[in-house]
């Protein structure tokens, strides 16, 4: 007969919660976390801009940081902003967490207008006709001193929306909907 060993018990419960968790939705494990502000340093690499902003003070998100925000990711070609999901934030500073650094985000592109994108569209083969771009909840960016591929195995871990690999051209892709990925 086996002996009862309560340490491997222990473990096994513990292994058996921690899968429970990660099989969890991303929206679900992030509130189970401690509310803590949320902070977000970008670099926008086409206007020159950078922003340093808490957009989210641990209870609530900031409105007015928000705004800072959906200003910093207008589509600089039309002048056009929009307001832009805050999930897609959340995503961003999830990734940030997972891949332990505070370096930048190099914003490539984030509200793109139906013309932008459309212009896009006739000159690129990879621009979606129906891009999440235009609907404010999409960037494509890297972020300064971390492997692409590294930022891509983060935001594929976090099965929060789509994730677009472009190693060619230097980015990645995150957006708001729904859990898919590609190259």
């Known amino acids: 007969m086996a002996t009862f060993d309560p340490q491997r018990r ?3 419960v513990l292994g058996g919660a921690a899968a429970g968790l990660a099989c969890l939705p991303g929206s679900a494990f992030a509130t189970l976390s401690t509310p803590r502000p949320r ?3 970008l670099n926008n690499l086409h206007t020159g801009e ?3 902003t ?10 007015d940081e928000l705004a800072r925000l959906n200003h910093f990711f207008r589509d600089y070609r039309a002048n056009q902003t929009k307001k832009i999901d805050p999930k897609l934030f ?6 940030q967490a997972m891949l332990e650094t505070r370096k ?14 459309n212009n896009l569209r006739a000159h690129s083969r990879g621009v979606a006709k129906h891009s999440y771009h235009t609907l404010g909840q999409a960037m494509d960016f890297h972020i300064e ?26 980015f990645v892709h995150i957006d708001t909907g729904p859990v898919r990925n590609w190259s």
């Open 50 to 52: 950078t922003l340093k």
């Open 104 to 117: 930048p985000v190099q914003l490539i592109s984030g509200y793109r207008s139906l013309a932008t994108n």
């Open 10 to 12: 222990k473990l096994l």
């Open 39 to 41: 902070i977000l340093t």
């Open 145 to 170: 001193g971390i492997q692409l591929s590294n930022v891509r195995k983060a935001a594929l871990a976090l099965r929060a929306g789509g994730v677009g690999y472009y190693p060619s051209s230097n």
């Open 90 to 95: 959340d995503q961003l500073y999830r990734l």
């Open 54 to 63: 808490e957009f989210f003070n641990g209870k609530s998100y900031d409105k």
